[in-house]
């Protein structure tokens, strides 16, 4: 079991980060701050060293990883050829949460790929994740530092929850500023997004021209059916609770959320619903977290993972209005929904 490490980089973005290269370079586990949640790295070119990660998320290993790197001409070393559309995007969009999946070259490991002929690569824009990554020397094979299935972590204390002894090196960066993990582009003949994230549908059709939404990123896969991205198939982002979303309009949902949440109460049930500034009125006498402002997207964003992950075991029902899904909505509903299980009431 490793000693585990921690360092705080909030005021010194790169305390830590020699020796976690160091791990990385010797096989080792080291957890990250990025933009968008924290991330479990290990040295994306050894098979033995991104085994660990399964390991210790328990995360299924037919779920393929991301690649992190430094600088954007590291592309150039792990995908067989770099697209024109990828081109335009990295130019746009690197640093930043979108990670883009191209085919792949022999140099990437098949541990990294889940065995998938295309592989996804992200260069992150936050200060301290950038250092790691060059001080490593090597792109840094990461998923979301969580145990597989709950929330993402968004601060370190959530790392620190679940990976304990599980892993070389936590740097500590603070609270991650998107809060939700990174758009992921496939670039085939027409791009689909396969997980909507901070760089939105619009930004990137204004760029490239349309885009496709995967059939999954909003409903459940069917039975048999098979998944342009293997994530997509398992349960996600559950906290430890029941969670149930309402739709429609804000006062429809709120009357949805109002009756059930009497209901289970009176069943003896601990409930907590997740509003905004703006719906809280509708709930006077109920447990309400706010969230944020349903006028600000990023700020609901920003909270989800973290409110899911403070009633997990503390409430039995967790209450949340759906959003219109354009825009960042989209990313936001989609990771609801998926903490949900797809429980939606419409009436
Ligand atoms: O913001 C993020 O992307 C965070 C931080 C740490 O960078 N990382 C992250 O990794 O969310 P993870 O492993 O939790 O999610 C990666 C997603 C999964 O849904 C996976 O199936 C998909 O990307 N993915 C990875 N490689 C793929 C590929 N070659 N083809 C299709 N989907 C892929
Ligand atoms: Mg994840």
Redesign the pocket.
Known sequence: MPDTKLFSTITQPDNGTRLAGQVIRQGGLVA?P????????ANGLDPDAVMRIFEAKG?PQD????L?VARKSDVKQLWRRVPDTARALMDEFWPG?L?L?CA?SGAVPDE???G?D???V?M?DNKT?LAFIRAAGVPIA?????TSGKP?PTCAQHVIDDLWGKVDVILDGGQCR?G???T?L?LAKRPVI??P?AVTREQIESRIGAVEVAPSVLSPLAEGER??????KYRHYAPDAQVIVASGTPSAAAGIIRREYDRAENDGRRCIILASRETQPFYRGRKCDIIGSSANMEEMCANLFSALRRYSGSADVIFAESVSTDELGLAYMNRLLRASGFTILNR
């Open positions: 990250f990025t933009e968008t949640v924290y991330g479990l790295g995360r779920n393929p990883l991301i992190h949460p990670t999946v792949r990294v790929t889940a998938l295309t592989v996804a992200r992150s994740a990461a998923p979301s530092a969580n993402s998107i939700m993990e990174s992921v496939l396969l997980r994230g998944a342009a991205s293997p994530g997509m």
